[in-house]
């Protein structure tokens, strides 16, 4: 795979994917190019998210494990996802589990 770029003197370049982040020269006017970095794909994004959700949501069950019952009246901290019904933290608003979009902010 290939990444498209210009040289700062506006020539077309091609930079092999492996030299992502290096810094190179022109071969037509031999001006220094930097080569940007491999962008995130989504899915990788989605990927991080998940992991984080699910550390978060174990805090939140440990901490709810913690509670004693005179200290009960709380907000709910999860929500169904429309599409997968599966719990989802209320501060989401795409599912890690289908990468459904939700919106409203009372949906559980």
Do not use: W
């Not at 795979?1 to 077309?12: A, D, E, F, S, Y």
């Not at 459904?100 to 949906?107: R, V």
């Amino acid at each position: 795979m290939t990444i498209q770029l210009k040289c700062p003197n506006g020539h077309n370049l091609t930079a092999k994917e492996s030299n992502a982040g290096k810094t190179g020269k022109c071969p037509i006017c031999h001006a220094a190019v930097r080569i940007p970095p491999k962008p995130i794909t989504e899915s990788a994004i989605m990927s991080i998210l998940s992991d984080i959700d699910t550390q978060q949501k174990s805090r939140i069950i440990n901490a709810k494990n913690r509670e004693t019952p005179s200290s009960s009246v709380s907000m709910p901290h999860f929500k169904k996802c429309p599409n997968c019904e599966r719990e989802i933290d209320m501060g989401y608003h795409i599912c890690p589990f289908c990468h459904t979009y939700i919106t409203g902010l009372n949906e559980f």
